[in-house]
T-cell receptor, first 113, second 114 residues
Framework: DTAVSQTPKYLVTQMGNDKSIKCEQN?????MYWYKQDSKKFLKIMFS???????INETVPNRFSPKSPDKAHLNLHINSLELGDSAVYFC????????????FGSGTRLTVV | AQRVTQPEKLLSVFKGAPVELKCNYS??????LFWYVQYSRQRLQLLLR??SRESIKGFTADLNKGETSFHLKKPFAQEEDSAMYYC????????????????FGQGTILTVHP
């Protein structure tokens, strides 16, 4: 069983569209994250939820809206997609003690054309 | 604020040679440091964490608080070590605003030639 799973794996869409990426973890972790990996492979945190509560919201355009229906799921909805949104988006989760590190999903490669 | 710097974007070595990937950090509290590895088109995987003082796949990393460094080392590189390596820092819970935030360095692409 995959610990952190994201869907879809690839997403190609036109500018202006609205799209969602889903993430689920079966590790029983309390905290989930979204990270963006840009074309230069730089990883930057976008959001973090702990037990369905938003705890980290970096300077991300409000076109990006995370939603956590329960602590095992963290979805990312993006409105009015722009070319600059093209990137790989990684979901991750961690337990109560972040000293054990994060477990990452396999990523969603978003291409906006 | 917490920051991680990996000064080398690219690092090439030959098989069997020693390798050291540099990582320096900036954080006012007590940091927790990690190395993650990303093989071609795969997910990021935790390689090792400073708190466990372990050796994984022959790699070790020592936290040097005086030099604020956490360099990754391997005495004899293998071709299968070719990957992107990220150093990452997590601020302690007492840091308040840094709770749960893993900050990554820019990454170093390691290429091991045969």
């Amino acid at each position: 069983d995959t610990a952190v799973s994201q869907t879809p794996k690839y997403l190609v869409t036109q500018m202006g569209n609205d799209k969602s990426i889903k993430c689920e973890q079966n590790l029983g972790h309390d905290t989930m994250y979204w990270y963006k990996q840009d074309s230069k492979k730089f990883l930057k945190i976008m959001f973090s939820y702990n037990n369905k509560e938003l705890i980290i919201n970096e300077t991300v355009p409000n076109r990006f809206s995370p939603k956590s229906p329960d602590k095992a799921h963290l979805n990312l909805h993006i409105n009015s997609l722009e070319l600059g949104d093209s990137a790989v988006y990684f979901c991750a989760s961690s337990g109560l003690r972040q000293t054990y590190g994060y477990t990452f999903g396999s990523g969603t490669r978003l291409t906006v054309v | 604020a917490q920051r991680v710097t990996q000064p080398e974007k690219l690092l090439s070595v030959f098989k069997g040679a020693p390798v050291e990937l540099k990582c320096n950090y900036s954080y006012s509290g007590s940091p927790e440091l990690f190395w993650y590895v990303q093989y071609s088109r795969q997910r990021l995987q935790l390689l090792l964490r400073h708190i466990s003082r372990e050796s994984i796949k022959g790699f070790t990393a020592d936290l040097n608080k005086g030099e604020t460094s956490f360099h990754l080392k391997k005495p004899f590189a293998q071709e299968e070590d070719s990957a992107m390596y990220y150093c990452a820092l997590s601020g302690s819970r007492a840091g308040g605003t840094s709770y749960g935030k893993l900050t990554f360095g820019q990454g170093t692409i390691l290429t091991v030639h045969p």
